[in-house]
């Protein structure tokens, strides 16, 4: 476990989830106004996010006493990393579409 006050780990998880659900609400309200199916890659990119946040958090929580430590902060790494590439794909496409969309209907 990174060395830190022992309250860090809960703020942090506290301030993710809030951000994550206040994020949540503004896209359904954005779904709701404008039922642009387009937001819905945002939403991926939410879930992608939450999960990128729990891997990280697990690597930040993980005792120091596991039994393959170094490989299990690897693998958390890893997982972390993959789930930030797949939500910033999600994230770009929902971009260029409602990019697109906007263009088209500009025209």
Same mark, same amino acid.
């Given at each position: ?8 780990? /809960?703020?942090?998880? +506290? ?5 994550? &659900? %206040?994020? !949540?609400?503004? $896209?359904?309200? #954005? ?7 387009? /937001?819905?890659?945002? +939403? ?5 996010? &939450? %999960?990128? !946040?729990?891997? $990280?958090?697990? #690597? ?48």
């Amino acid at each position: 476990m990174i060395a830190f006050e022992a309250e860090v780990p /809960l703020f942090l998880l +506290v301030g993710f989830t809030v951000v994550a &659900i %206040l994020s !949540f609400i503004a $896209l359904l309200v #954005l779904f709701i106004r404008s039922h642009n199916l387009n /937001l819905l890659f945002f +939403v991926v990119q939410l879930i992608f996010l &939450i %999960l990128t !946040f729990k891997y $990280l958090f697990g #690597l930040i929580t993980v005792p120091d006493n596991h039994p393959m430590l170094t490989e299990e902060c690897s693998l958390r790494v890893g997982l972390a990393g993959v789930c930030w590439a797949c939500s910033m794909l999600f994230m770009f496409i929902g971009i260029f579409r409602i990019v697109r969309k906007k263009k088209d209907n500009a025209v």
